[in-house]
């Protein structure tokens, strides 16, 4: 059975994977499409400090059932995506029923074998399907964490959201924030990027190259600065901006992960009493909600889709997007 193996930073191959072994309560899926995001390129640059060697990546799934055996409700040939994650049930996390943030949890292509390879058995309780096509069920996962960062600021049609980044999560973040009637300010560096984030749901875009993103935001916002801000890129200079730029009595939500320490001046914490915020992969009511998202067919699909390859091409895209990281925005695996 064909898969694409890491074997180590920087080497990507396609091998000959073990058939998958189905056990109670699991479906036997095909997987048709297969999304990478950045911890996917995260891993194949050895820098994904969770993952280990070798590894199956692939966490963004489309796919169909096979077989099912006695579980009805999941007939062959249904098309469904999934959730990837795996908590122990046992940490405070899980406890307080948040097993998305669980201190042991598994993630398909990063602590666990992934989908990029041509079956996988998955249980019946992780399944999600909806009339979408299999591009959109594909989208589905990436786009819950930017709807769980959503969740997580409590945002509302009254707000004003910033999402710094305007890559794969944080268009889901902008379009999470729109879903729920808010006005959108998308912030890159890239314009090509601007225009999907507008499309998504933006009302302004910010190119922090070209323009002040303190003086465009205090322009935009009258002064007040915007309710919550969302960062969805992981960089030093962004998770600082984001406690500055906030109104008073404002979220902030951190999706991204900075690889390095971030140097902060407190003063702003106490005194615009912040509420701050991590978030960290989703809950099943995200999926629920991305899918009522695409479903209304609120979301640019075949905009945000920037490449499309055969599994067989998977090493040489990877290595593409490590040497220009700026080309892509979201890649999809076409498996089957």
Not at 90 to 110: I, L, S, Y
Not at 321 to 332: A, L
Request: hydrophobic share 40%; net charge neutral; charged share 25%.
């Amino acid at each position: 059975m064909k898969a694409i193996v890491l074997e180590g930073p920087g080497k990507a191959r396609v091998q000959n994977g073990p058939e998958p072994r189905r056990v109670e309560r699991e479906v036997l899926l095909q997987v048709r499409k297969v999304g990478l995001c950045g911890s996917d390129l995260n891993s194949y640059r050895g820098r994904n400090p969770l993952v280990t060697y070798p590894r199956i990546p692939g966490h963004e799934i489309a796919a169909t059932v096979v077989d099912s055996v006695s579980h009805a409700e999941w007939p062959a040939g249904t098309n469904v995506t999934l959730s990837p994650y795996r908590g122990c049930g046992r940490c405070a996390a899980c406890q307080r029923g948040r097993p998305n943030a669980c201190k042991d949890n598994e993630t398909m292509g990063v602590q666990r074998d992934g989908a990029l390879t041509e079956f996988i058995s998955a249980p019946v309780e992780k399944l999600f399907r909806a009339d979408l096509s299999l591009k959109e069920l594909c989208l589905v996962e990436p786009l819950t964490v930017g709807f769980h960062a959503v969740s997580r600021g409590r945002v509302s049609a009254k707000d004003t959201v910033a999402v710094f980044g305007c890559g794969g999560v944080g268009l889901g973040a902008i379009a999470g924030a729109a879903f729920r009637g808010a006005r959108v300010i998308g912030i890159d560096v890239d314009d090509a990027k601007l225009e999907t984030a507008k499309t998504s749901g933006a009302s302004d875009g910010i190119n922090s190259k070209k323009s002040d993103v303190h003086e465009r935001l205090a322009e935009l916002t009258k002064g007040r600065g915007p309710d919550v801000v969302i960062e969805a890129i992981g960089l030093p200079a962004t998770y600082r901006s984001a406690v500055e730029e906030v109104a008073y009595a404002g979220r902030v939500v951190y999706i991204g992960w900075a690889k390095e320490q971030v140097v902060y001046e407190t003063r702003p914490f106490v005194h615009k009493e912040l509420d701050i915020m991590g978030s960290r992969n989703a809950m099943p009511e995200d999926f629920t909600e991305v899918i009522r998202m695409l479903e209304a067919k609120r979301f640019p699909v075949d905009q945000a889709v920037t490449h499309t390859v055969r599994i067989e091409e998977t090493p040489e895209i990877l290595e593409a997007w490590h040497r220009e990281p700026e080309r892509f925005t979201k890649i999809m695996v076409d498996v089957s």
